[in-house]
């Protein structure tokens, strides 16, 4: 089935590493999205994309960074993660404006 | 940009009882609105979703409502049962091609 899938599921890391969590899609969407969801605060934007030349920072973007190296991979990096990037984090994909999004499975990370 | 209010945040029902969750939104050029369920440990899935220029649809036990005079949408679940126990997220879509959504509402069940 046509779908969005991010990886790693979970992540522990140490507070200064660099990391990076992808999204692969099948969907064939031009649109992609990075939202991390805190309790209490629903989803907030990071960063969007609508093709591979196109990226947008959204509410966010501080301390973070993507890359979209294909249609289909739409890639998260923490530069230098801390503590209160703690959350958990989903790619989601769109066919177009006034169009439901489709989420990825998620990536739990913990940064200590 | 977009904001987008959304109420209560806690909701218990007893099963069979009917959930209302109401949400607002400030820019007057949204024109879509989805509905979003979420399990615990599961990604937010779409339930159903309403455009502008309508100001009602169901689907089965659920159904969604606009105002766009007053910048409100609600979401209906009539004959609640466990299973709709979840976090629900309203999200409007302006011409900032973006979805925002609400802070979300955990929906419990009671048997």
């Known amino acids: 089935d046509a779908d969005v899938t991010q990886t790693p599921r979970n992540r522990i890391t140490k507070t200064g590493k660099r990391i990076m969590l992808e999204c692969s899609q099948t969907k064939g969407h031009d649109r992609m999205y990075w939202y991390r969801q805190d309790p209490g605060l629903g989803l907030q934007l990071i960063y969007y994309?609508?093709?591979?030349?196109?990226?947008n920072k959204g509410e966010i973007s501080d301390g973070y960074s993507v890359s979209r190296q294909a249609q289909a991979k739409f890639s998260l990096s923490l530069e230098s993660a801390i503590p209160n990037q703690t959350a958990l984090y989903f790619c989601?994909?769109?066919?177009?404006?006034?169009?439901?999004?489709?989420f990825g499975s998620g990536t739990r990370l913990t940064v200590v | 940009g977009e904001n987008v209010e959304q109420h209560p945040s806690t909701l218990s029902v007893q099963e069979g009882d009917s959930a209302v969750i109401k949400c607002t939104y400030s820019d007057s050029a949204s024109n879509y609105f989805p509905w979003y369920k979420q399990e615990l440990g599961k990604r937010p899935q779409l339930i159903i979703d309403?455009?502008?220029?309508?100001g009602e649809k169901k689907d089965q036990r659920i159904a969604v409502t606009l105002n766009k005079t007053a910048k409100h949408f609600s979401l209906h679940i009539t004959e609640t049962q466990p299973e709709d126990s979840a976090v629900y997220f309203c999200?409007?879509?302006?011409?900032?091609?973006?979805?925002?959504f609400g802070a979300g509402t955990t929906v419990t069940v009671r048997a």
């Open positions: 999200a409007a879509h302006a011409n900032d091609y973006k979805l925002s």
């Open positions: 994309s609508f093709d591979v030349k196109d990226i």
């Open positions: 989601a994909t769109s066919e177009g404006s006034n169009y439901g999004y489709t």
């Open positions: 309403i455009r502008s220029n309508v």
